[in-house]
């Protein structure tokens, strides 16, 4: 496991995002960990997030799109700080939009807030992890209503490393073959359960790990 990774696992731990439990995912999963993107709630956190995502995106596809899209909610912030830092560290100046769960019907209207996308448009997505792949297809049916706009990229925190909806194929591969999409994260679920282990933290649940990751991860544990 790189440096980097241990970094990014530790800081999730202390900022009380990676939990470990009883907890019922979107897919409705019982699951033994959980990812919750919400607890980030300092300027310092998220200054730190926007450093992750920043670093991420200017390795894999550089300044090659046009516009980040955060959806709502948890995307909203991670939008925000990811076009922020990108500009402040490397001079990568994009715009960012999100999407209103209800359209307003007053003022500007619509249900985009932020950038407009336009024809010819490359975007890419920014959200907190894919279980299953559900809230992907969310946003491809509203991004699917701008002529001529095509999805690149999506960057996530942590990777489940899941069956998706059809059960045979990862969510991250269904996202993939349904939407032309790549997905990348900061670590995976693998990354996770390693650095308990070899950390001797949250051992109690190592057992629960095991079972819920031998059941529904692509790959299991040997």
Do not use: W
Request: glycine share 10%; net charge negative; charged share 25%.
């Amino acid at each position: 496991m790189t440096d980097a990774k241990k970094s990014f696992i530790e800081f999730m731990l202390g900022a009380g995002v990676l939990g470990f439990g009883e907890f019922k995912t979107k897919s409705g999963r019982l699951s033994p960990y959980f990812i919750n993107c919400g607890n980030y709630k300092t300027g310092s956190q998220m200054l730190a997030l926007g450093k992750f995502y920043s670093s991420m995106i200017k390795e894999t596809v550089g300044d090659d799109f046009s516009a980040i899209f955060g959806p709502a909610y948890k995307g909203i912030p991670l939008a925000a700080v990811t076009s922020a830092s990108l500009a402040d560290l490397y001079s990568i100046d994009k715009p960012y939009f999100f999407n209103r769960k209800e359209a307003k019907d007053h003022g500007e209207g619509g249900s985009i807030v932020g950038y407009r996308p336009a024809k010819n448009d490359k975007l890419i997505i920014v959200e907190d992890v894919i279980t299953a792949g559900t809230a992907v297809g969310e946003s491809m049916a509203l991004l699917s209503n701008f002529e001529g706009v095509t999805v690149s990229d999506m960057f996530i925190t942590v990777d489940r490393c899941e069956f998706g909806a059809e059960g045979t194929k990862t969510a991250v591969e269904e996202v993939k073959e349904k939407y032309g999409i790549k997905v990348h994260s900061i670590v995976n679920v693998f990354d996770i359960y390693s650095y308990i282990g070899e950390n001797g933290l949250f051992t109690e649940y190592i057992p629960a790990m095991e079972r819920y990751m031998n059941r529904y991860c692509s790959a299991a544990l040997k």
